[in-house]
């Protein structure tokens, strides 16, 4: 049986990436920026639920009950928000909108996995982000942050949730970065 590197994600809509896109631009000439590694706009998404590792035969009771959790959850306007940082190490841009909402769709993913028999990790309180970049040393991304301060995205209306697959890049291959596939998606709502 084999077993995919899965995660649950709302992603954001085409346009709403190209406006960070052309917002993140910029950041690629400030100082250490050479040191960090990019996440590619493809890979732009706000993580729900990291499943990590599940057996391929958990999937239909997966599908089932994240399609149950999508469907008890309406709709809800979104947009990328500003920019943030964990420690030194991880730049990201936020969130704005019916957050609330976003925070129950999220407990509702992770709740379902759990039910499916997925071995979660412990449950941390959610903050929705989209990692931007990552620097393997610590360095300082205040000015990346304020980049990013009065950056805000067209809203959009959050219409459905995906269960990802992360194909992690061949060890040693240079430049080699992740590569995300939707494995299946829920409307939300009725």
Do not use: C, Q
Request: proline share 7%; charged share 25%.
């Amino acid at each position: 049986m084999s077993r995919l590197r899965l995660f649950v994600a709302v992603l954001p809509p085409d346009s709403a990436v190209a406006e960070l896109r052309r917002a993140v631009a910029p950041l690629h000439t400030l100082p250490g920026a050479g040191g960090m590694r990019w996440t590619g706009t493809d890979a732009w998404h706000f993580t729900l639920a990291f499943l990590g590792v599940v057996d391929e035969g958990l999937l239909p009771d997966l599908h089932e009950r994240l399609g149950r959790a999508a469907h008890r959850t309406e709709r809800f306007p979104l947009r990328i928000h500003r920019g943030g940082r964990f420690d030194g190490h991880v730049l990201w841009a936020g969130a704005a909108g019916e957050l609330d909402t976003l925070r129950l769709l999220a407990e509702r993913a992770d709740a379902a996995a759990r039910r499916a028999g997925v071995a979660m990790d412990e449950h941390r309180r959610y903050t929705p982000h989209l990692t931007l970049a990552r620097s393997r040393s610590e360095t300082d991304l205040h000015p990346y942050v304020e980049a990013l301060d009065t950056f805000e995205s067209t809203p959009w209306e959050v219409g459905e949730v995906a269960l990802v697959r992360s194909n992690l890049p061949v060890a040693g291959v240079p430049g080699e970065r992740p590569r995300y596939e939707v494995v299946a998606s829920w409307p939300l709502g009725h």
